[in-house]
């Protein structure tokens, strides 16, 4: 098989389904590495692209590389890599070629359309070997580690929780693709809104879409469903996946689920769900001390291949401690910057580009924002929470919403008591000293709390 005729021909046809601009931003240098086994291996030249080509034109790829061979698709990967020179694909109008598509090949790709989603739902990125472990991911780690190398026999199901951007559906995907590499196993991720899609979808279009629903969900040796704390609330999907799962698990089918939270704290959850979530193994990932965080930016600096000083590191690891995501968003606009203003990375740079991200982030929280977004949470009227009602579900909220005010933008206590209907400055500093004495002894509150704020970040 000539690999890089097959690319030439696939270049060719996304040339004519991707507007210019991005097809020579996104395609230029990208080969194919390796065909092994229904694996096609795309190289790109960092993993930026993989990001984007992934997101953006999977389907087209795959589309398009079924048309050029025969050879059955199972998967389509990417890797960072540099093209040999015989594998560089130049490219002006005049090389569209388009083979025709004969019929036996055209049936092939149905087939292969049909089995692709399956396990190309995974990030080949996502891998044990640039997961940075410490102290606060190694139990995660261990356990996960455990689960990919004997699926469905140690912890079934496995439950990872931890706060949004420190590394759960990264762990999750690692054990999908750790366990490819040793077989053919059908491996299905998806997050918990695409099951509800799905489903609605299923229900919604009748009995053949249905057993479609099932044969997807069923017909799997590891099912991987993320950030399930979305299913809070929604009676008829959490059935159908209570369906699910024990149809899984009775046939000692792997499971991993991750959430925001640990089971007993999402609120809206079955008893029944909650219960099996609990019946394998839970691990939680924590907020990563500095020596992680440092360690994933320099990782992260090696693989863009870039020299990047100590200082710099050190200073973005120092300043964004919650989210592992933050952190490398953060860094990756350190080094844009630095690109494209064509700066040496000094430590001046960072701060100057932290400094806009901080500054971004404070101005747009607002005492009316974490109202809203508390009521959401608790369900609750804001006329019951900016009102004299003491009853201890309205008093829990409503504390919490002052110690958000106050410790997301700093505001005074007498004007938190002005924004939260006109209450005493001493009333709102009483709240919030006592949300601070408890936060570290109750873990539902700061489940809590840490709920709404991340729902905070979000609407912003
Ligand atoms: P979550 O699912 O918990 O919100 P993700 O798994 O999406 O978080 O992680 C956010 C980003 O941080 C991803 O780019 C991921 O690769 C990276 N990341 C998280 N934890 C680690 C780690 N321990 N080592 C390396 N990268 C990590
Ligand atoms: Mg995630």
Redesign the pocket.
Known sequence: MDLVEIWRNVLGEMQVSVTRANFVTWFKNTFIYDYKKGIFTIGVPSFFYEDRLKKHYLKDIQTALSHQTTEPITLIKFKVATPQPDQVITFDKSNVIHRPVDKSSAKKESITVQSLPQNSSLNS??KFS?????PS?QLAYAAADAVSKKPGQVYNPLFIY???????????QAIGNAILEESNAKILYVTTEDFLNDFINAVESGSGKAKDFKKRYRDVDVLLI??VQFLSGKEGTQDEFFHTFNHLHQKNKQVVL?ADRFPKAIRGLEKRLQTRFEGGMVAD?GE?DYE?RS??LR??AKREGKEVPDEVIDYLAENIKS???E??GAFTKVLATAEITKQDLSLQLAADVLGNIISEMRQTITPDLIIRETCRYFRVSREDLLGPKRTKEIVYPRQITMFIIRSETNISFPIIGREMGGKDHTTTMHGCKKIAKEINSNPQLKEDISSIKERIRQTN
């Open positions: 990125y996502y640039n997961f940075v472990v410490g991911n931890g706060e949004s951007g420190l590394g759960k559906t990264h762990l999750m993320d950030d991750t990932i990563p992680t360690a994933i990782q992260r989210s592992i995501r952190l490398e």
